[in-house]
C-alpha cells in the first residue's frame, strides 16, 4: 500500500473518488494540504472560543470584531481547492490565527466570559511556531482523524459547506456587506466539529442549518453586487480579441475588477474576463467601461493553453488556479489577491481599502496584444431581476408549451473526460427547453448557438456560481405564477455538476429551500458515507447521473 503524507478528498476530482493521499490531483503538495488541515484547525480552535462572544459585545468592538471575521472568513477560503498553493502564506496564516486565539482569549477574560461547550481543546492550546512543528503538528488534525466514518463525512460536509459560505461572505464584506450572524454561524458550526458529545442526529440536522445561511449568504451577496453594480441586464460579450494589450482577470471578487477598470481607464490597456468574472459584463456599472472588452477563453482548467496566447498579465482575484507547466511563458506574469497565492507570484495586498495595480498595468503596457482564439458574441445576464422583468413572456411561453421544461444546469466546470456528458446532454436537449445556469459549468454549452423559444434564449446564464440564488429565486417566482404549493410541482429538473466547495454550500442550500430530486455528477462526493448519502436520497431523493440517453428519458 501506498504511504499515505495527505489526506484530502474535498473536491470532485479526488485520487479515485477515494482521497488524494500522496499529491494532489489538483497539484496540492502533501506539504501544503497539511498546512490547510493545520490552518483549518487553527480556525477552528478559534472558533470554540469566539463563539462565546455575544452580537452585542461584537458590535461594542467593531474594529476587533472585523479583524477576526476577515481572519476567519480569509482562512477557510485559503483552503478552498485551487485558491491557494503558496506554503508560506499558509504558514503565515496559521501564525497569525495563534494571535488572534490570544485577542480572544484576553476578550473572553475581559468580558468575564467561560467558554461553554469546550472548555479546553488542544484546538485553542497547540501552539506551532516552525514549519517543522507545523508538520509534526499537522499529522494527527486531519479528516481521519475522526474515526467514525459517518461523522466524519458530516463533519466534512459541514466544514466544506462553510468554506463556500466564507468565500461568499468575503466578497460581500469587500464590498462592505457584513452580516454578523452568519460569521456566528460559521463559529457555531466550526466549533461544533471538534465536539465529540455532538452526534450524528445533531449533525445531520447543523448540516441542513448549515443550507440555511448558504441561503442568506448568496442573498448578501447578491445586495452586495448589485447594491454596488446595478441589476444584471441582458449582455452581448464578445469573446474575441481588440489590438491593445490586454489585462485577464480571473475569479469571482467583483471588488477587485471595478478597481482594475477604474486604474485602467484612458492607459491603452484593455480589461478581458477569464471564467468566473465572466459575468461582470452583465452589471451596468461594470460594462460602461469601454475598455472591458470581452472575455477570454474558458473554464479554469483551460488555462495553462490559454494563458500562454492571452500574452499579457493576469490577474487571480480567488479560484482556480491551476499550476503551471515547467517554462510556461506566463509564469512572470501571473498575480494573486486575497485568497489566491502560489509559490514565486506576485502579490497585490490591500492597503487603507484600495488596491494599487500600477505594476500590473505597466507591465501590460509592454505586452502584445492577445492572440484570438475565438470569435463571436454569447450572451448572458439572466439574474434574478432581469428574469422577473420577463416574467409575463417566460409565464405566457409555459402556457403555451412553447417551453415545456427548464433544467438547472449551474455548478463547476472540470477536467474530466466523463464531463463530456454535460455538453452533450445539453445539446441533445429537446427544442422546447431551457437550461438555467450559473458558475463555470456554463462553458460546457455556452458556446453550442442552442437557439431561442420565441426571443427566450435556450441557455439563461444567471452569473456566477453564487447567482445559482437568483436560479432560486427565479424558481420561486415561477412557483408563485403558477399557484402551485410546492417548488418541486414546476417543470424544472435539476442536473447539477460540482466540483469544489462553494458547489457544496450551494447544494446545501437548494435542499434547505426544498428542491428535491437533484441529479449530482459527474460523481457522487466522496467525502458522503454510504449512510449519509442514504440519508440525502430518503430525505431529498438524491441522485447522480448516468449516460446522456438514459437521463434524457428520465429527467
Ligand atoms: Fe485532491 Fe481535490 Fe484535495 Fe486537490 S482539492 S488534494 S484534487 S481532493
Ligand atoms: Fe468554477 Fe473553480 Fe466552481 Fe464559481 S472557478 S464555479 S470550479
Given amino acids: 500500500m501506498e504511504k499515505?503524507?495527505?489526506?484530502?478528498?474535498?473536491?470532485?476530482?479526488?485520487?479515485?473518488?477515494?482521497?488524494?493521499?500522496?499529491?494532489?490531483?489538483?497539484?496540492?503538495?502533501?506539504?501544503?494540504?497539511?498546512?490547510?488541515?493545520?490552518?483549518?484547525?487553527?480556525?477552528?480552535?478559534?472558533?470554540?472560543?469566539?463563539?462565546?462572544?455575544?452580537?452585542?459585545?461584537?458590535?461594542?468592538?467593531?474594529?476587533?470584531?472585523?479583524?477576526?471575521?476577515?481572519?476567519?472568513?480569509?482562512?477557510?477560503?485559503?483552503?478552498?481547492?485551487?485558491?491557494?498553493?503558496?506554503?508560506?502564506?499558509i504558514q503565515k496564516e496559521i501564525l497569525k490565527g495563534l494571535k488572534i486565539r490570544e485577542k480572544v482569549k484576553n476578550q473572553l477574560i475581559q468580558l468575564e466570559i467561560e467558554p461553554k461547550r469546550l472548555k479546553s481543546h488542544?484546538?485553542?492550546?497547540?501552539?506551532?511556531?516552525?514549519?517543522?512543528?507545523?508538520?509534526?503538528?499537522?499529522?494527527?488534525?486531519?479528516?481521519?482523524?475522526?474515526?467514525?466514518?459517518?461523522?466524519?463525512?458530516?463533519?466534512?460536509?459541514?466544514?466544506?459547506?462553510?468554506?463556500?459560505?466564507?468565500?461568499?461572505?468575503e466578497h460581500a464584506a469587500n464590498l462592505g456587506y457584513e452580516k454578523e450572524e452568519i460569521v456566528m454561524f460559521i463559529e457555531k458550526a466550526l466549533a461544533s466539529t471538534l465536539d465529540d458529545s455532538i452526534g450524528l442526529n445533531e449533525l445531520v440536522g447543523l448540516t441542513l442549518e448549515t443550507g440555511k445561511y448558504g441561503v442568506d449568504v448568496m442573498a448578501l451577496l447578491d445586495s452586495a453586487n448589485t447594491g454596488k453594480f446595478g441589476n444584471p441586464e441582458i449582455t452581448e460579450v464578445n469573446i474575441g480579441v481588440g489590438k491593445n494589450p490586454g489585462i485577464l482577470i480571473s475569479g469571482h471578487d467583483l471588488n477587485d475588477i471595478v478597481q482594475l477598470l477604474e486604474q485602467t481607464e484612458g492607459t491603452g490597456v484593455d480589461?478581458?474576463?477569464?471564467?468566473?468574472?465572466?459575468?461582470?459584463?452583465?452589471?451596468?456599472?461594470?460594462?460602461?467601461?469601454?475598455?472591458?472588452?470581452?472575455?477570454?477563453?474558458?473554464?479554469?482548467?483551460?488555462?495553462?493553453?490559454?494563458?500562454?496566447?492571452?500574452?499579457?498579465?493576469?490577474?487571480?482575484?480567488?479560484?482556480?488556479?491551476?499550476?503551471?507547466?515547467?517554462?510556461?511563458?506566463?509564469?512572470?506574469?501571473?498575480?494573486t489577491t486575497n485568497a489566491t497565492g502560489f509559490p514565486g507570484w506576485k502579490r497585490i495586498e490591500e492597503k487603507d481599502g484600495k488596491k494599487d495595480f500600477s505594476e500590473v498595468i505597466e507591465l501590460a503596457k509592454s505586452c502584445k496584444a492577445p492572440t484570438e482564439i475565438e470569435t463571436g458574441k454569447i450572451v448572458g445576464g439572466f439574474a434574478h431581476n432581469q428574469v422577473f422583468a420577463l416574467a409575463d413572456k417566460v409565464v405566457d411561453a409555459v402556457k403555451s408549451g412553447a417551453i415545456r421544461r427548464f433544467y438547472v444546469m449551474a455548478g463547476c466546470d472540470g477536467r474530466m473526460k466523463s464531463r463530456d456528458y454535460y455538453t452533450e446532454f445539453a445539446a441533445n436537449l429537446p427544442k422546447d427547453t431551457v437550461i438555467l445556469t450559473a458558475g463555470c459549468a456554463k462553458y460546457k454549452y455556452n458556446k453550442l448557438n442552442l437557439g431561442d423559444i420565441g426571443g427566450i434564449p435556450r441557455v439563461l446564464d444567471a452569473g456566477q456560481c453564487n447567482d445559482s440564488y437568483s436560479l432560486a429565486l427565479i424558481a420561486l417566482k415561477l412557483k408563485e405564477a403558477f399557484q402551485l404549493n410546492d417548488i418541486n410541482e414546476l417543470p424544472i429538473a435539476y442536473n447539477i455538476a460540482w466540483y469544489e466547495q462553494k458547489a457544496v454550500?450551494?447544494?446545501?442550500?437548494?435542499?434547505?429551500?426544498?428542491v428535491k430530486n437533484i441529479h449530482l455528477g459527474p460523481t457522487i462526493p466522496a467525502f458522503l458515507s454510504g449512510n449519509v448519502l442514504n440519508v440525502l436520497i430518503e430525505n431529498f431523493n438524491i441522485g447522480t447521473i448516468s449516460t446522456v440517453e438514459e437521463d434524457l428519458k428520465s429527467l
Avoid at 472575455?295 to 488555462?303: E, L, M, R
Avoid at 480567488?318 to 512572470?332: D, F, L, R, W
Avoid at 454550500?505 to 426544498?514: K, N
Fill in 4 to 89: 499515505i503524507s495527505m489526506f484530502c478528498f474535498q473536491c470532485q476530482e479526488t485520487a479515485g473518488n477515494k482521497g488524494c493521499s500522496v499529491v494532489g490531483v489538483c497539484g496540492k503538495k502533501a506539504t501544503t494540504s497539511n498546512l490547510q488541515d493545520l490552518l483549518i484547525y487553527t480556525a477552528k480552535g478559534i472558533a470554540i472560543l469566539r463563539e462565546n462572544i455575544s452580537l452585542e459585545n461584537r458590535k461594542n468592538n467593531r474594529e476587533l470584531n472585523s479583524e477576526i471575521d476577515y481572519y476567519l472568513t480569509n482562512a477557510l477560503f485559503v483552503t478552498i481547492t485551487n485558491a491557494n498553493f503558496d506554503d508560506n502564506m
Fill in 122 to 169: 488542544d484546538a485553542t492550546t497547540f501552539v506551532a511556531e516552525t514549519l517543522e512543528e507545523m508538520n509534526k503538528k499537522s499529522l494527527n488534525i486531519g479528516v481521519l482523524s475522526t474515526e467514525n466514518e459517518d461523522i466524519r463525512s458530516l463533519r466534512e460536509v459541514i466544514t466544506y459547506g462553510l468554506k463556500g459560505m466564507a468565500a461568499y461572505y
Fill in 505 to 514: 454550500i450551494v447544494l446545501l442550500a437548494l435542499l434547505h429551500l426544498g
Fill in 271 to 335: 480589461v478581458y474576463t477569464h471564467s468566473e468574472m465572466l459575468p461582470a459584463h452583465y452589471y451596468p456599472e461594470l460594462k460602461k467601461y469601454k475598455h472591458l472588452v470581452g472575455n477570454y477563453g474558458n473554464a479554469w482548467w483551460k488555462q495553462k493553453e490559454e494563458f500562454e496566447t492571452f500574452n499579457g498579465p493576469i490577474v487571480f482575484t480567488t479560484n482556480c488556479i491551476v499550476p503551471p507547466k515547467a517554462g510556461s511563458t506566463y509564469e512572470g506574469k501571473v498575480f
